[in-house]
């Protein structure tokens, strides 16, 4: 059974050309994965995040918001409810 890595490797045991040059040919086709540094330390162009993404990262911080005002203003009225159920019960045990 040969090893996965051995398709990284040429003749003389060395690495071929990198790991983006080895993916580039396994995986043809496929372009909007990000590029990490190269061997050499040359470091690739990221793609960048076209409109929609950017504005869909937008609205998901704006209902971050939301959501936590919601949560805040649901803890006040149930602490409110608490205390009107806490009135209520010793109205209840005075009226007895």
């Known amino acids: 059974m040969e090893r996965k890595d051995k398709e990284l490797k040429g003749s003389s045991n060395g690495v071929i050309g990198g790991y ?12 909007w994965l990000p590029k990490l540094k190269s061997s050499s330390g ?21 209902t971050r918001v939301v959501k936590e005002k919601l949560k805040m203003t649901f803890t006040r009225v149930r602490k ?17």
């Open 80 to 96: 409110e409810c608490d205390e009107l159920r806490d009135v209520n019960m010793t109205t209840a045990e005075a009226l007895e």
């Open 20 to 31: 983006h040059k080895w993916w580039k040919a396994q995986m043809p086709g496929i372009t």
């Open 42 to 62: 040359e470091e690739a162009e990221v793609p960048k995040e076209n409109e929609e993404v950017q504005a869909l990262k937008e609205e998901l911080e704006r």
